[in-house]
């Protein structure tokens, strides 16, 4: 329970290198190559210990520059579960304390996972949204007005909107580029879209590692579910927009606005990022035909990116979502050779029992 000792700033690499692995089944399934990048393995379990844990690290650093050494850190995060687990889990490494504030929409299988790890996790606000602003202006405020003392530094830890998180995102390209087999470029990615770091880190770290004029060659299918497509809402109104609330069983991609950059990106490579937003149901779907696939269980929020490899795309229709969307006009044979890399984003929101229950709800 709690921090764990003080391990000094030699901890500077929160996260994994995580396996890029061909799939027989999946490719079998999709009708083209399919390589999954297992971030489900990660040491919280998602993708997050990569943005998370890289702006945690490169923050302990500074405070430790600026105050010759003397300071401590301690991090506050918002979050609808996974990020808090990357803040909480990376805290522990670095031996300094994290304070983290879920919304209510948070479900007590996650909030449970956090305080195993995590000795101060508080619960506030409808979504994520005002689950950060009582972070920023009651907490924060708090803190930093003298309830701690001056050596401690307070870091406010983003779930997804910094440059920092970007840059750690953007590592995934960087070990797919080594781990695909010689020769095989990545002719498009899948991912989950909440907030948009995971998009924001793809984007950036192809243009770092391949160039820009790869980056515009290559799709990143951004996927939401109904409910919390707060990218897809923009892109339609043509400007950056807030959604109402979020109804979506998906919470861990519940942001009401997606970040800036995320729909810039969308701006400047219009023809590179492709949105699309599925049902809960397709997601749920996904989650159960993924386990039986490859025996690894994953949360809604990352059933979402999966979900086009496993939905058709309409009720009439022979042909999945994934090929609609991002090899319309192929032959089969040209899309037979297609690369495609899904990031299993993972998430620890999901058990069995969970599992059992969107079954039921969803008739999958």
Not at 231 to 256: H, Q
Not at 296 to 318: F, I, N, R
């Amino acid at each position: 329970m709690g921090s764990a000792p003080p391990n000094s700033l030699q901890f500077t690499k929160p996260w994994i290198e995580t396996p890029c692995l061909y799939s027989a089944a999946l490719s079998k399934t999709a009708g083209c190559n399919i390589f999954l990048k297992l971030e489900n393995h990660q040491p919280s379990g998602s993708f997050k210990s990569r943005g998370i844990g890289n702006l945690m690290v490169r923050a302990a650093a500074k405070a430790s520059e600026l105050s010759g050494g003397q300071a401590s850190v301690h991090f506050y995060c918002s979050s609808g579960g996974n990020a808090g687990l990357a803040c909480a889990t990376a805290a522990r490494g670095l031996g300094s304390p994290a304070t983290i504030v879920v919304p209510t929409s948070t479900s007590p299988y996650m909030i449970a996972k956090l305080r195993e790890i995590c000795d101060d996790v508080r619960v506030h606000g409808a979504n994520w949204a005002a689950a950060d602003q009582y972070l920023r202006e009651e907490v924060m405020t708090k803190t930093v007005s003298g309830v701690v003392p001056e050596v401690v530094t307070p870091v406010y830890v983003p779930p997804f909107d910094h440059p920092d998180i970007w840059d750690g995102a953007a590592s995934l390209v960087e070990e797919v580029s080594r781990q695909l087999p010689a020769g095989v470029h990545p002719d498009a990615f899948v991912c989950s879209v909440g907030g948009g770091g995971l998009l924001c880190g793809l984007m950036q770290g192809m243009e770092q590692v391949y160039g820009k004029e790869a980056a515009h060659a290559t799709k990143m299918l951004a996927v939401e579910t109904a409910g919390a497509e707060s990218l897809m809402a923009s892109v339609e109104a043509g400007k950056l927009v807030t959604l109402p609330g979020i109804s979506s069983i998906a919470t861990s991609l519940g942001c009401i606005r997606v970040a800036e950059q995320a729909y810039q990106w969308y701006r400047q490579r219009p023809k590179a990022v492709v949105p699309v937003v599925v049902s809960d149901a397709a997601a749920v779907d996904a989650i159960v035909h993924f386990l039986d696939d490859t025996r690894m269980l994953v949360e809604p929020a990352c059933g979402a990116a999966l979900a086009p490899l496993y939905t058709k795309a309409s009720p009439e229709s022979d042909v999945s979502l994934l090929r609609q969307s991002l090899g319309a006009g192929m032959s089969d044979v040209a899309w037979a050779e297609h690369n495609v890399v899904m990031v299993v984003c993972g998430g620890s929101n999901i058990s069995l029992d969970i599992l059992a229950g969107f079954r039921e709800r969803f008739g999958v």
